[in-house]
């Protein structure tokens, strides 16, 4: 994917949210996140991550909290269909503007009925487990 940041950006709010991420750029991390659009939902949609201080782990699912803007992105369906590839999609939200997450704290206790959250709950309830280290560098995140 490659995504397009602007100087300034004005945040349009604060989510809590779960992310598995899946390559990095200096210090932007591209993620996948489970977001419950409907009751029950599990729509997947792709997150950037501005991480300053390398607090995201790899290897793991991650709980965030930051602010949020959304960002110019090409090559959503790419990096979509190389992830279909490894771990099965059932909704996914096709973006031309991607959530950029900045100014963000890791959350040791998340608020479970945040629908940022709740969307990989739900994904895992039908399909049981995500290989995380599997999705790692499947795709390439480029800032231009």
């Known amino acids: 994917m490659k995504i ?11 989510e809590e949210l779960s992310i ?3 390559a990095e750029n200096g210090v ?6 489970f977001y419950e659009d409907i ?3 599990r729509q997947a949609r792709l997150v950037v991550v501005l991480d300053k201080y390398g607090d995201i782990k790899f290897d793991q699912i991650n709980y965030i909290k930051g602010k ?3 960002i110019d992105a090409e090559g959503v369906d790419e990096d979509f269909n190389s992830i279909k590839k490894i771990i099965k999609l059932d909704r996914i939200a096709r973006m031309y503007r991607v959530p950029l997450y ?5 959350v040791d206790n998340p608020d479970m009925n945040s629908r940022g959250i ?3 709950i739900n994904y895992l309830a039908v399909h049981k487990e995500i290989n995380i280290t599997s999705l790692r560098n499947v795709v390439r995140l480029e800032v231009i």
């Open 39 to 41: 009751e029950g939902g």
């Open 4 to 14: 397009k940041i602007k100087s300034i950006v004005k945040p349009i709010g604060e």
């Open 118 to 120: 709740k969307g990989l």
């Open 28 to 33: 932007f991390v591209e993620c996948l996140n």
């Open 20 to 22: 598995i991420p899946l």
């Open 68 to 70: 949020k803007t959304y």
């Open 102 to 106: 900045f100014d963000i704290q890791i």
